[in-house]
T-cell receptor
């Protein structure tokens, strides 16, 4: 089955800097790669996703890149703000209907 | 309702007791998922229901865990003979996407503590 590895587990940046979180997946048949943000004590919420027919997707300060050959994808946050502080999860799936396997999470801390 | 509803929000039980956790998905969503989140850990896949298809139970950690979904709507996750390592937040999510991966809408979770 699918296995998703996520790095780093913790990331601390200064406000205004960029943050990058990386994930690798094992099942080459996976075709859907979402990213979720979970603020402290709250439910995870989708922030951006990408399907395997594109290599990059942007939404304001957030971008995701996908390298299907290498089986890895990354989340890029530019001009970070304190409100970006949260745990971020990547996921992979789509080859078995809607089943999604999540990475272990990255705790991002943005220092003012 | 406006979102995925889970109950109870908190459950404290003694080792060896059975517990039931309930999930009410968003109306019309055909897909329903259960995940487990232990303290400081990721989202561990447990089970996935898609319409009338047989559920994908590949993530259930032992035969003490079971889940059902009645009438294609409400789902119940049952843990029998609870152990301390079962302590975690159990998250339910639903999705409107039929047969393909798409956005999951999560509930607030049920926090289970096994003493």
């Amino acid at each position: 089955g699918e296995n998703v590895e996520q790095h780093p587990s913790t990331l601390s940046v200064q406000e205004g800097d960029s943050a990058v979180i990386k994930c690798t997946y094992s099942d080459s048949a996976s075709n859907y790669f979402p990213w979720y943000k979970q603020e402290l004590g709250k439910r995870p919420q989708l922030i951006i996703d990408i399907r395997s027919n594109v290599g990059e997707k942007k939404d304001q300060r957030i971008a995701v890149t996908l390298n299907k050959t290498a089986k890895h994808f990354s989340l890029h946050i530019t001009e970070t703000q304190p409100e970006d502080s949260a745990v971020y999860f990547c996921a992979a799936g789509g080859n078995q209907g809607g089943k999604l396997i999540f990475g272990q999470g990255t705790e991002l801390s943005v220092k003012p | 309702g406006a979102g995925v509803s889970q109950s109870p929000s908190n459950k404290v039980t003694e080792k060896g007791k059975d517990v039931e956790l309930r999930c009410d998905p968003i109306s019309g969503h055909t897909a329903l998922y259960w995940y487990r989140q232990s303290l400081g850990q990721g989202l561990e896949f447990l089970i996935y229901f898609q319409g009338n298809s047989a559920p994908d139970k590949s993530g259930l950690p032992s035969d003490r865990f079971s889940a059902e979904r009645t009438g294609g709507s409400v789902s119940t996750l049952t843990i029998q003979r609870t152990q301390q390592e079962d302590s975690a937040v159990y998250l339910c999510a639903s999705s409107p996407h039929s047969g393909r991966a798409g956005e999951l809408f999560f509930g607030e979770g049920s926090r289970l503590t096994v003493l």
